[in-house]
C-alpha cells in the first residue's frame, strides 16, 4: 500500500491538512516522522501513528473541527484520546 505519493512532494503532514478541510466526517489518516522520500512508492515506512478522528462542522464559523477517538501505533498498542459522548 501506498501512503506516502500524494502528489504533495511526498510531505504527507501537508497533504493532510489539505484533505482534513474539505469536509466533515470520519477520518483514518496515518502519520509519519519522515518528511522526505527518495522513492516515496516503495519506501519502507517506521514509526508510523494511525490517528481516527470525527472531522465536525462548526457552524458558528466556516472551521471544521477535528476530534480525535483513537490512536493506533506501530508497536499495536492502542488508546482513546477523546471520547464523544
Known amino acids: 500500500m501506498v501512503y506516502a505519493d500524494f502528489g504533495y512532494g511526498c510531505s504527507i503532514s501537508e497533504w493532510l491538512e489539505t484533505t482534513l478541510q474539505q469536509s466533515s466526517g470520519l477520518r483514518n489518516s496515518v502519520y509519519y516522522d519522515v ?5 516515496c512508492e516503495s519506501q519502507m515506512i517506521v514509526g508510523s501513528e494511525v490517528e481516527q478522528s470525527l472531522i465536525t462542522k462548526n457552524y458558528n464559523s466556516s472551521e471544521l473541527t477535528s476530534s480525535t477517538e483513537h490512536l493506533y501505533h506501530t508497536n499495536n498498542d492502542s488508546g482513546f484520546s477523546y471520547l464523544i459522548g
Open 35 to 39: 518528511n522526505d522520500w527518495t522513492e
